[in-house]
């Protein structure tokens, strides 16, 4: 699939101006965000197979930080579907495997295959929209600096952060390469046959460790002593960083354990 | 792997082996500071990125393929780096390309990294290659270990799955899916990694001299290997028992389901209780009732017969003021979203 990895990494450089902005929730401390978007993925997980309404009251977290972060709520639906794919292909066993009728309204009747397919999807969205609002609100390498902070060993974040700045470079190579492939092969077809193809690699893998070679060696001339360091260094303040942590902990609290879809059309209806 | 299919349990179990395997790669880096590999991390995790956008031609079948990866980095970069390379990329692919999930991360990364670079890396491939490579070594070791790791990750995805009790493929199905799709996808990543290694090899032979300066074949045991196994299916399985004692969700329920055994009995008693309870509770749509089973046929309901029965009742919870409460729900929170929206832009 050359062309989703191509459209991918544009993604992954575009992401990158997103997360520069400067709302509020883009200056919340990166460790809170992360703390909370686990937070949400466990609280919407945890809900048993053929929960279909009780998952719906999540749905506030992403609308409430898509509108407070000021990122296009458009760019965050299409991230998020393009996990849609590989969810579908599994989630669509369920209604094949489980035909046992669950629900009937009138004649119409549900089985717990639908249901249980409808939450799975409803679970995918929620988790990747998660994730995708993380990355589009937070800056990568502050996101690595609240990991570090974290403890997640210090080897690891500066590899996040070499790989991050190394994928947009290499694509340009790969992509660089498959052109010249393209204008000499006389054919526009990205297939190439495999005698050609390890040459193609393995010049590719030998350029970029010559270039590693070559960056890390600068780097430690210039002092580089394995981190990567933040000119502004990153303060959890408990006022906004720790009153974000609470009041979305306490809302993926209430509705893990309280009905709020029911108390809703209770307090609609009258009854 | 993803988000929607794991249990909370099975994910977090599945993290904290992968933590533990992150920081025991890590420490073992760490000790090690005059690797010459460790700045080569980052640029072969690219090189991953990268190499999936160039596909070849799958001969006779038409379609086409591309490099894995997991192999070439444990190739090059010896296990612990090559772990932490595979892991990193899975968090970047997590991240920016909605691959998988955060809670899926620790399954993928295990899955993925630990069975190519501490299993069919050392057990396979170096045994096989040892000091004196050679073209069919190279290849022979490839794919072997290709195959091999792909095989385990595989059929952990299943087990994961099958934990998880989400998805309602049966273990069979599931196998039979997964196993054969993996055994052609990992013939097809060891013919290209061997291919890669080969050209490498041939051209720069000491590039793969540097990497092999990890500990020769015979150095690697099998023990933390055994260890790390051990590890997560301890964690998982006291995960497992934590949460099905506490929380009456899908879980026990495909454990009951798929072993057929009375192991849950005590926490039966408070599914029927709160079962009732919930029943009362909806019982204000009489006509909208659940499944007729439970309702109109209670000769029926002995306790091993109501069981699978009565499950999906508690789960369900959809009667309908589910449906309606969680469509007013949805249209509450996209009010409030653009009420939101409104106030944060006219701030600033």
Redesign the interface.
């Known amino acids: ?2 062309h989703s ?2 459209k ?2 544009a ?2 450089v575009n ?1 990158s101006g997103e997360a520069l902005g400067s ?2 929730i883009h200056k919340l401390d990166p460790r809170a965000k992360s703390i909370v ?2 937070l949400f ?2 609280a ?14 999540f ?2 977290y992403p ?2 930080i ?3 972060s ?1 990122v296009r709520a458009g760019t965050v639906v299409k ?2 579907l ?2 849609a794919p ?2 579908l292909l ?2 669509l ?2 209604p ?3 035909r ?6 009138g004649s119409f009747v ?1 089985t ?2 639908w ?2 397919f409808l ?3 409803l ?2 969205f929620f ?2 929209s ?3 609002l ?2 589009l609100t937070t800056r990568f390498d502050h996101l690595c600096l609240g990991l570090e902070k974290m403890g ?5 974040v ?10 947009g ?3 340009g ?3 660089r ?2 052109r010249a492939h393209d204008l000499r092969s006389g054919k526009n077809d ?5 005698s ?11 350029r ?2 010559d ?3 070559r960056i ?1 060696r600068s780097m430690l001339s210039r002092g580089f002593d394995g981190e990567v360091r933040l000119l502004q260094p990153l303060s959890f303040k408990s006022t906004t960083d720790g009153l974000f942590i609470l009041v979305w902990g306490g809302f993926f609290l209430m509705c893990r354990f309280v ?8 307090a ?2 009258g ?1 | 792997m993803a988000d929607a299919l794991i249990s909370p349990a099975v994910g977090g179990a599945m993290w904290i082996a992968t933590a533990g395997l992150a920081a025991y790669s890590a420490k073992k880096l760490r000790d090690n500071p005059d690797d010459g590999r460790v700045p080569l991390m980052g640029v072969l995790g690219a090189f991953v990125f990268a190499a999936q956008m160039i596909n070849f031609s799958i001969p006779v079948t038409g379609s086409s393929g591309h490099l894995g990866g997991g192999m070439i980095l444990a190739i090059l970069l010896g296990p612990h780096a090559a772990f932490l390379t595979l892991a990193s990329v899975l968090v970047v692919q997590a991240l920016f390309f909605a691959d998988g999930g955060l809670l899926a991360l620790g399954c993928n990364i295990f899955n993925m990294g630990f069975y190519t670079c501490f299993f069919a890396y050392p057990f396979i491939y170096k045994k096989l290659v040892g000091d004196t490579p050679s073209r069919r070594t190279i290849f022979i070791a490839a794919t072997l270990s290709s195959v091999l790791g792909l095989q385990l990750g595989a059929f952990s995805v299943v087990l994961q799955t099958l934990a998880s009790g989400i998805s309602e493929l049966p273990f069979g199905t599931f196998v039979l899916l997964m196993q054969p799709i993996h055994l052609a996808i990992g013939i097809i990543e060891g013919l290209v990694t061997g291919a890669v290694v080969l050209f490498v090899w041939k051209a720069r032979p000491e590039v793969l001299e540097t990497a092999a300066g990890t500990p020769p074949a015979h150095a690697f045991s099998l023990k933390p290997v055994l260890a790390g196994l051990a590890a997560a299916a301890i964690i998982t399985g006291g995960m497992l028992s934590w949460f099905a004692s506490t929380y009456p969700d899908g879980l026990e329920w495909s454990i009951a389901k798929t072993s057929g055994s009375e192991e849950l009995a005590a926490p039966e008693a408070t599914v029927h209780s709160t079962l009732a309870f919930i029943q009362e509770k909806t019982a204000f749509l009489p006509d909208y009732g659940f499944k007729p089973g439970s309702r109109e046929e209670p000769a029926e309901s002995t306790a091993e017969a109501s069981e699978p029965d009565t499950w999906p009742n508690l789960d369900a919870g959809t009667s309908v003021s589910g449906l309606i409460g969680g469509a007013l729900t949805l249209l509450l929170a996209g009010v409030i979203g653009v009420l939101l929206r409104r106030s944060s832009a006219a701030r600033r």
């Open positions: 699939m050359p990895i191509d991918n990494i993604d992954l992401a709302s509020p978007v686990l993925v466990a919407v997980t945890s809900f048993g197979k053929y929960e279909v309404s009780r998952l719906m009251p749905v506030f609308v409430a898509t509108a407070l000021g991230r998020t393009l996990a590989f969810i599994v989630g066993f369920n094949l495997f489980d046992e009728p669950l629900l009937r309204i549900v717990g295959g249901l249980s939450s799975i999807m679970r995918a988790a990747v998660g994730a995708v993380l990355v997640v060993p210090q080897v690891f500066t590899q996040l952060q070499f790989l991050y700045r190394y994928i470079l290499l694509a190579e790969a992509q390469m498959l990205r297939k190439i046959s495999l050609t193809y390890a040459p193609m690699l393995g010049t590719m893998l030998l970029a460790l270039r590693a070679t890390h009905n709020l879809p029911e108390l809703l059309f209770f609609v209806t009854r």
